[in-house]
């Protein structure tokens, strides 16, 4: 049991706590929201909601299981035999990493074939990713880390090139006043990302114990909030604004 500090304890309890909340909070905007937009994007809309849905509930079980991990009494931390469940990270990140990249296809509006195969590969990859990375995840020596991250890393750098060559093309085919939120939905996405690989290399930078533990979980807790809570916000901003440029030109042409 790494000797964790009272304020190393309570700065991981209240990420996750705040995060929690924002997840939920965005989960009901999504929701509540979704009839602004035209049907053809509804779903894209759903789908992000149910993707920080399931990022609250898991925050809700990780929340749960730092709080029976630790006791802080009195000013002073003591472990209490129960091991904190790393697992509901990645069953979570199982789950929503797929979806993420659905809901950013879904926006474009693509063709139906184009849909249907990006979607699949991209989905596809995603769940690969992350279970090739818990292994490493769950490791106790360097080394298996090491092992399990550069092979987790191939997907990951097949959805990158997906994200920026793949759909580069399809960008270029949306409406103006939407293509600059598509392109920062992609930065986005790609950024908060690429915060994973690095929170996930904390061990090789010298740093162990509690410490390590302390910058993992705020790591991946901000890459969380922002590409799931950032981006589903965003997916809904394009979803606005493509349904007002499809509602403006079908009036146009009926006039």
Request: glycine share 8%.
């Amino acid at each position: 049991m790494d000797s964790i500090t009272p304020f190393q304890f309570s700065l991981v309890y209240n990420a996750f706590s705040f995060t929690f909340a924002t997840m939920a909070a965005t989960t009901a905007f999504l929701w509540l929201c979704r009839s602004q937009v035209a049907p053809a994007y509804r779903t894209a809309v759903t789908i992000s909601g149910l993707v920080t849905a399931i990022a609250a509930y898991h925050y809700l079980r990780i929340f749960e299981s730092w709080n029976e991990t630790y006791s802080l009494k009195d000013g002073i931390i003591s472990g209490t035999g129960f091991a904190f469940n790393d697992a509901y990270r990645y069953v979570d990140w199982l789950l929503t990493v797929p979806l993420l990249l659905i809901e950013l296809v879904l926006v474009m509006r693509l063709s139906p074939e184009e849909t249907s195969s990006k979607t699949v590969r991209l989905g596809s990859a995603a769940a690969l990713m992350i279970v090739l990375g818990y292994p490493g995840e769950i490791a106790t020596d360097i080394p298996t880390r090491a092992l399990w991250g550069t092979l987790s890393s191939i997907p990951f750098v097949y959805i990158v090139w997906e994200l920026f060559r793949g759909l580069g093309d399809s960008i270029e085919q949306q409406p103006a006043v939407a293509r600059g939120l598509v392109r920062k939905a992609r930065l986005l996405t790609f950024a908060s990302w690429g915060f994973y690989p690095i929170v996930y290399m904390a061990p090789y930078a010298g740093i162990s114990g509690a410490t390590a533990t302390t910058v993992i979980q705020l790591g991946y807790t901000i890459a969380d909030i922002v590409a799931k809570a950032g981006v589903g916000v965003l997916i809904y901003m394009i979803s606005v604004r493509k349904s007002q440029v499809e509602a403006h030109g079908v009036a146009v042409h009926n006039h």
